[in-house]
C-alpha cells in the first residue's frame, strides 16, 4: 500500500508529464538550442559530445550533479548546527561560503551539460526535463542570493535563502532521480545478450545488401529471449550490432552509413562498425557487437 506522500508525489509528477501546455515553450526552447548548434556547425560536436559523456562511456550530467549536492549540503549542515548555537567561530562560516561557491560552479556546469542531454528528449521526459532544470535553476539563483547577502554580513537571511535552494535542490533532484530510474533517460537501452553462444543462420546472403543496414532476428534458446542485430555487409565483411540504439533504443537498421559508422535516425548517434562505440553522441554506451561470418549460402551470427 502506497503512503499519501508517496501519492502526492507520484501524483504532482504524473500531472507535470501530462501537461501539454508545456510543449510549446519547451519545443521553442529546444529549437533554439538546435539553431545555435546549427550556427556553430561541425566544430561544436567536439564540445557536445563532452557535454554527453560520449567518450567517457557515461553521462557526464549525473556525474556533475554530485558536486552541488554534496557541497551545498555541507553549507545546509554548517548554516544548521550555527543556528542551534552548536557551531560558533567565523572558520565554519568560511567553510560554508566557501561550499556554496564550489557548489553554485558545479551546478552551472552540470546545468549546461543537462541542457545537451534534454534537447534529444521528448513528449513526457522533455516536460519533466523542463521542469527539473527549472528547479534547479531556481536552487542556484537562491543560492547565489546567499552569497550576496554573505558578501554583507547579512547572516540570517543568508542562511534562509541557502536553505530554501537546498530545498529546490532535493526536489530537482527527486525530479531527475524519476528521469533516470522512471523513464530510463540516460540509461542503456540496447539489447544485449547475456553470453556468447553458437554461430547460427540468420539471414540467406542473397537477402543481405552491400551498403545498406539490414534487420535480422536471432534467438537466444537459452535465455529464451529474442534479440535484434543489425547487418551491414562490405565486400567479404560483415558487421553485426545490436538493433536498438543505446541511447534511447532507435532502430537503427533505419539509419544509414557515414564513413565507417552507423548513424541513428532518431537523434544522430554514430556508431563505428568495427567496435560498436560512439564517435558522436548523444550516445555514450556502446553497442553490442556480434561476431558474424559470411559464407555461400548465409550470414551467421555467434550470440
Known amino acids: 500500500m502506497k503512503q499519501p506522500a508517496h501519492q502526492a508525489v507520484e501524483a504532482a509528477i504524473q500531472s507535470i508529464e501530462a501537461a501539454r501546455s508545456l510543449d510549446h515553450p519547451t519545443n521553442a526552447f529546444g529549437n533554439v538550442l538546435a539553431r545555435l548548434v546549427q550556427l556553430a556547425g561541425r566544430p561544436s560536436e567536439t564540445v557536445r559530445n563532452s557535454l554527453h559523456g560520449t567518450g567517457y562511456g557515461h553521462p557526464v550530467h549525473p556525474a556533475l550533479v554530485t558536486i552541488p549536492i554534496g557541497t551545498w549540503t555541507l553549507a545546509f549542515a554548517i548554516d544548521l548546527l550555527g543556528v542551534l548555537g552548536l557551531s560558533r567561530g567565523s572558520e565554519m562560516n568560511t567553510v560554508a561560503d566557501i561550499a556554496l561557491k564550489a557548489g553554485s560552479i558545479g551546478a552551472g556546469a552540470a546545468a549546461i551539460a543537462g541542457i545537451n542531454d534534454w534537447q534529444y528528449t521528448e513528449g513526457r521526459e522533455r516536460r519533466l526535463g523542463i521542469v527539473h532544470g527549472l528547479t534547479n535553476a531556481t536552487a542556484l539563483s537562491l543560492m547565489l542570493v546567499s552569497l550576496y547577502l554573505r558578501a554583507r554580513n547579512r547572516r540570517a537571511p543568508a542562511r534562509l535563502a541557502s536553505s530554501a535552494g537546498w530545498v529546490c535542490m532535493f526536489a530537482g533532484g527527486y525530479l531527475g532521480g524519476h528521469m533516470v530510474y522512471g523513464r530510463r533517460i540516460g540509461v542503456d537501452h540496447a539489447d544485449r545478450s547475456p553470453e ?19 534487420r535480422a532476428t536471432i534467438r537466444d534458446e537459452i535465455a529464451g529471449q529474442e534479440v535484434g542485430v543489425v547487418l551491414v ?54 553497442q553490442p557487437r556480434y561476431e558474424a561470418r559470411l559464407n555461400i549460402i548465409a550470414v551467421t551470427i555467434r550470440i
Not at 199 to 213: G, H, K, T
Request: net charge positive; with cysteine; aromatic share 8%.
Open 196 to 214: 556468447p553462444r553458437d554461430f547460427q543462420p540468420v539471414i540467406p546472403l542473397a537477402d543481405l545488401p552491400e551498403n545498406r543496414p539490414c
Open 233 to 286: 555487409r562490405r565486400a567479404k565483411c560483415v558487421y553485426a550490432l545490436g538493433a536498438r540504439c543505446s541511447h534511447m533504443g532507435g532502430p537503427l537498421d533505419q539509419g544509414w552509413l557515414l564513413g565507417n559508422s552507423l548513424v541513428c535516425p532518431w537523434h544522430g548517434s554514430r556508431y563505428d562498425l568495427e567496435t560498436g562505440y560512439p564517435v558522436s553522441g548523444p550516445a555514450t554506451s556502446p
